[in-house]
């Protein structure tokens, strides 16, 4: 749909040249960078006085409210001007104002007009998809994309009418909070094809906006656009009266054709229900049917939730590169990374963001526009205070008091750094560093799911849930156990996949079973969770009532000790101990010890046998392994290289031999393929 057509006029006109004054009076903008001694200038060369007026205004609210930055991209603004007030001067030489002929007339006079002089070449841009591919697409010309915004701006002073009764509604002039970190302010209509639908659209949005926030009207406003494109395809001449039961059993399969997954399907449908119940109830819209039109049953079901934590083989990968990111970029990712911020709160921290208490403590202060209101978290981590300082400094030194951000946007000083451009330049930098995960696919990095991982940290860690949402300012305890529970499924994935191999030996090597009910995964993990009087290797199969054990030697020669799969790499070290110390009592002729570690090394050699052969005989396909074992090596290295930084040397060595062990674990089954 077309814009609707805005009226212009002499007085108008008279008010916008009345907002220029001083510099933006003048025929031409001399601006220079800072720091370099590059100069450029606008030129307003116009014949139309009034036409001239138009182009300053626009150009002169677009750097006065910081949509463009007259430091940034002046070269390539002042030759598109330049060619614009060229066109100007030959097609439209005594126009009174550029609102005298539609956008779509200027569109095509201009594009003419560049043909015309060879400066209209094709062009293509490289966008990345969510594949993490990336697909070339035809690029618009510089200079055409100008015009457009300079008539937009022109277009938009010029309109009279209340800010609700226009098609396309600027969120800042109605009054309502804007998120600074996000791309846009406006809410669209004009794809709204019918007119009835867009009144009704209106109508409801306005109502919503007094309930919830812009984004979920600009996400509201969205299926409704859906279901107009419906309407114009499968039934145009339907109007409010008609909509009924068969319309949408209609609409639910035209959304099945389209391809859309069955998450953008199930908020297409829960949405478009509640625009029509709430604009026939609420708004008392006669003309709308008042019964249920879709029911819970039309709704696809909900894909189970994939893990939003980042895998651990791909934090591997973005630790082992992270120096090559942008420096502002990495800063970035560095906070995120240990605080666990929202991204739109990093986007918005301010300046003066860091705070010491009075023991000179850290601390990182930030404000929440979800909750609207002031956040404090302490900084434990010397590598965050050290980039968020090194970042203070370089915006001080480029901009001095005039920028309020720690990260500002790259157009102006004055807005905060966009959300958006943050995930589009980490998954570049993702591709081009081919960072995927354990199935060698490419990742794509989502902004929200570093807040995951740091919660999952914490989780695992041990530090309790009280304290992590205190850390999140979470609004219940039941937000914070969402990563208690993912910690409980990954418990629960691992003792299935030894479960499935699992076998139980006594001191004969003779399987022992137990009653499956206790054997049962929910029994398991409660198990694993109260951490009760469990052996550190092995159960005890001796009865409680029998009292305290006092049996010589502990576990390793005792006929109630049981030993399972998973405690085979424990039972191969204390084998090659207890080799280790009967060839040093031969060596100075011990008999006791000599006899004490060879019924150790038979015990534990029958257990050994017993377990490597149900082991063998249960074994995983090559590839299953060898994924399995490579995602255990890259788990290794990293705890590995995390210990060497903390100074732990016993850990260290633990994991080196780990890793060592993993390695050749990895060569061996890799020879048999």
């Not at 677009?62 to 463009?68: A, N």
């Not at 189970?304 to 591997?316: C, G, S, T």
């Not at 090194?390 to 000083?413: H, V």
């Amino acid at each position: 749909m077309k814009p609707e057509p805005v009226s212009w006029s002499l007085t108008k006109q008279q008010q916008l040249q009345e907002q220029l004054v001083g510099m933006w009076a003048e025929d031409v903008w001399s601006v220079q960078r800072k720091r370099r001694a590059q100069r450029s200038e606008l030129r307003f060369a116009l014949r139309s006085p009034s036409v001239k007026t138009e182009l300053k205004y626009a150009l002169w609210w677009h750097f006065t409210y910081g949509q463009r930055d007259l430091e940034k991209c002046q070269p390539a603004l002042c030759s598109a001007v330049t060619c614009i007030v060229e066109w100007l001067n030959q097609t439209a030489p005594t126009c009174g104002s550029l609102l005298e002929k539609g956008l779509d007339h200027w569109d095509w006079s201009l594009r003419s007009y560049l043909v015309a002089h060879g400066r209209l070449r094709p062009r293509t841009t490289k966008f990345l998809l969510a594949t993490q591919t990336y697909k070339d697409y035809p690029a618009e010309n510089y200079i055409i994309k100008t015009f457009r915004w300079i008539y937009a701006t022109i277009r938009e002073a010029y309109d009279d009418r209340p800010e609700m009764e226009r098609d396309i509604w600027n969120l800042r002039k109605l009054g309502y909070a804007v998120t600074l970190t996000k791309t846009s302010y406006l809410l669209n209509f004009t794809p709204i094809v019918q007119s009835w639908l867009r009144q009704l659209a209106k109508d409801f949005i306005h109502y919503n906006l007094a309930l919830h926030g812009t984004e979920d009207c600009r996400q509201k406003i969205v299926s409704i656009r859906r279901f107009s494109q419906f309407l114009v395809e499968q039934a145009p001449p339907v109007q409010s009266w008609q909509i009924n039961r068969a319309l949408m059993v209609k609409y639910i399969g035209y959304l099945s054709a389209s391809g859309c997954s069955e998450q953008e399907r199930h908020r297409a449908l829960v949405q478009l229900r509640l625009f029509l119940e709430i604009s026939a109830h609420q708004l008392q819209k006669e003309a709308l049917p008042r019964e249920r039109l879709i029911f819970d049953e039309d709704l696809p079901r909900r894909p189970e939730p994939l893990p939003r934590e980042i895998p651990e083989e791909v934090l591997a990968q973005l630790r082992e590169h992270l120096e090559s990111l942008p420096t502002t970029l990495l800063r970035m990712v560095v906070i995120l990374l240990e605080c666990g911020l929202r991204i739109g709160e990093l986007c918005s921290l301010s300046l003066d963001c860091l705070m010491r208490d009075d023991k000179q403590d850290w601390y990182l202060r930030l404000y929440q526009s979800k909750k609207k209101q002031d956040h404090v978290i302490p900084l434990v981590n010397e590598t965050v205070v050290g980039a968020i300082q090194a970042q203070q400094q370089e915006i001080k030194a480029r901009w001095g008091t005039s920028c309020a951000y720690l990260f500002p946007s790259i157009q102006s000083p004055q807005l905060p750094f966009k959300r958006p451009y943050f995930t589009h330049r980490l998954n570049m930098w993702a591709v081009e560093h081919q960072i995927a995960d354990r199935t060698g696919k490419l990742y794509r990095f989502q902004s929200h799911q570093f807040r995951h991982t740091v919660g999952m940290r914490l989780i695992n860690d041990g530090v309790p849930l009280d304290t992590i949402s205190r850390l999140f300012n979470h609004d219940s305890l039941a937000m914070t156990q969402r990563y208690a529970r993912k910690r409980a499924a990954k418990v629960r994935e691992e003792l299935e996949r030894v479960h499935r191999q699992r076998k139980t030996v006594n001191y004969q090597g003779e399987s022992v079973t137990g009653d499956p009910r206790a054997n049962d995964l929910d029994a398991q993990m409660i198990r694993k969770g109260v951490r009760g009087q469990t052996l550190a290797v092995g159960g005890c199969g001796r009865l409680v009532v029998l009292g305290e054990c006092n049996y010589a030697n502990k576990c390793l020669t005792c006929p109630m000790w049981l030993t399972s799969t998973e405690d085979l790499p424990a039972l191969k070290s204390f084998s090659e101990r207890a080799i280790h110390l009967q060839q040093r009592a031969t060596e100075v002729g011990n008999q006791f010890v000599i006899q004490q570690q060879g019924r150790i090394i038979t015990n534990l050699a029958l257990r050994i046998n017993s377990l490597q052969e149900h082991s063998e005989g249960t074994s995983q396909s090559h590839d299953e392994l060898l994924a399995q074992l490579r995602a255990d090596l890259m788990e290794a290295e990293s705890g590995l290289e995390e210990a060497q930084e903390a100074g732990l040397r016993l850990s260290a060595k633990q994991l080196e031999r780990t890793v060592l062990d993993l390695r050749a674990r990895i060569a061996a089954v890799e020879e048999t393929t």
